[in-house]
């Protein structure tokens, strides 16, 4: 089974670029281009989060993969590129700081259900409370566009399971719902 893999860049700070990436079911340039269309209304609903001078951008380019051994199948270039969000939040930001998505899946795992994760960071730093955690006001902005990319981009977003080192057990699962925590992520490194 094809798995598609798409990937957002957050550019222009310092300790930059990040990458968000994405897994879908699917194969091939329409398949990608159309999955990455879906996609970008979430990095622009989350401009405002996002500091200015930053921005999210698709790569313009997918890989798609053989879910099973993780074989690469093809590269290739979306046919028609999502346009870059520019951040307009205040510029003040912590540049490892940010919140999460959990994408979830009715797939068990050892133990749970399996789950993916998209890391918004940086994010502007007046989306905190005085206690920490993220503005509950912007959880349930975040919430929202979350569900609107996952009605968007029902049946085909995925969370990928690699195979482990020369094995076929990958597993590609649907993603059926979301959570956003209400705690700050600080990352150390996801860069390109």
């Excluded at 281009?33 to 698709?58: E, Y």
């Excluded at 975040?142 to 569900?147: E, R």
């Amino acid at each position: 089974m094809p798995v598609i893999e798409v990937q957002f860049r957050w550019n222009g700070w310092s300790g930059g670029p990040g990458v968000s990436t994405f897994h879908g079911l699917g194969s091939g340039a329409s398949d990608a281009t159309d999955f990455a269309a879906n996609i970008n209304p979430f990095f622009s609903g989350i401009s405002n989060l996002v500091p200015t001078g930053l921005n999210t951008v698709s790569t313009g380019v997918y890989r798609e993969l053989d879910a099973a051994n993780g074989h690469l199948i093809n590269i290739g270039s979306l046919t028609s590129i999502p346009l870059a969000n520019a951040g307009t939040g205040s510029s003040a930001f912590a540049a490892g700081a940010g919140m999460c998505v959990d994408w979830l899946t009715s797939t068990p795992a050892t133990h749970r259900l399996r789950r993916g994760r998209t890391y918004l960071v940086p994010l502007t730093a007046n989306i905190w409370q005085t206690d920490g955690t993220v503005n509950n006001a912007i959880v349930t902005e975040v919430q929202g566009l979350a569900n609107a990319l996952l009605v968007a981009a029902g049946g085909v977003m995925s969370v990928w399971k690699r195979p482990s080192s020369g094995g076929t057990d990958g597993v590609l699962s649907e993603v059926t719902g979301y959570r956003v925590p209400d705690k700050q992520i600080n990352l150390g490194s996801r860069r390109v």
